[in-house]
């Protein structure tokens, strides 16, 4: 079975600080994507990033980065010199590489930044 | 570019009464559809999943059902909404149906429902 654990259930920072936020997951697939998406208060989710299975190389974007750990079966995401605009819940997902693709997201990370 | 449409923003309705929530995709074609409910804190359910017109799976048993009339509209439904089922209402599509490798999802506004 698949699953994705976000231990952190808030979190709340000053303004500038640096904060990760842990993702941990679980398959028995190879082959796997990982996901990592923010709720503002709106409500929308928007996309961040996708990372395959094979691909281990860490990303940066901006303030944002990501560390995939294979080994240790997890998916970090720290945002650097964060900002009030920060402030949203972040679901760490799962997908597997199949007919139907079926997205497993963690509880969430609600984060606040306050100024 | 592709757009998904979801709607109502927000609705209330009472006990017993009967649901239709709409979600159109636009700028692409056969896409993955998908149904996830959000309660109040808590993370994303997975309600009903469709990679085809008429093609619903469905992942928790409920009081809903889901209908894919046409290749681009998703339609939640129930009958007789419960208490329980109030939460936040998001669709997603995906523009990948079929094997292969998975793709992001795109989130539509969603709907809050409030059932009275």
């Known amino acids: 079975a698949q699953k994705v654990t976000q231990a952190q259930t808030e979190i709340s920072v000053v303004e500038k600080e640096d904060v990760t936020l842990d993702c941990v997951y679980e398959?028995?697939?190879?082959?796997?994507?990982l996901f990592w998406y923010k709720q503002p208060p709106s409500g929308e989710l928007v996309f961040l990033i996708r990372?395959?299975?094979?691909?281990?190389q860490n990303e940066i974007s901006g303030r944002y980065s990501w560390n995939f750990q294979k080994s240790t079966s997890s998916f970090n995401f720290t945002i650097t010199a964060s900002q009030v605009v920060d402030s949203a819940v972040y679901f760490c997902?799962?997908?597997?590489?199949?007919?139907?693709?079926?997205?497993?997201f963690g509880p969430g990370t609600r984060l606040s930044v306050l100024p | 570019s592709q757009t998904i449409h979801q709607w109502p923003a927000t609705l209330v309705q009472p006990v017993g009464s009967p649901l239709s929530l709409e979600c159109t995709v636009e700028?692409?074609?056969?896409?993955?559809l998908y149904w996830y409910r959000q309660a109040a804190g808590r993370g994303l359910q997975l309600l009903f999943y469709?990679?085809?017109?008429?093609?619903i799976s469905s992942e928790v048993p409920q009081n809903l059902s889901a209908s894919r009339p046409q290749d681009r509209q998703f339609i939640l439904s129930s009958k007789k909404l419960l208490l329980s089922d109030s939460g936040f209402y998001l669709c997603?599509?995906?523009?990948?149906?079929?094997?292969?490798?998975?793709?992001?999802?795109?989130f539509g506004q969603g709907t809050r429902l409030t059932v009275v």
């Open positions: 997603a599509w995906s523009p990948l149906s079929g094997q292969g490798p998975a793709t992001e999802a795109f």
């Open positions: 398959t028995r697939d190879t082959t796997y994507y």
């Open positions: 990372r395959n299975s094979f691909d281990e």
């Open positions: 997902a799962l997908a597997r590489d199949n007919y139907g693709q079926n997205f497993v």
């Open positions: 700028g692409t074609s056969n896409p993955n």
């Open positions: 469709s990679v085809g017109i008429g093609q």
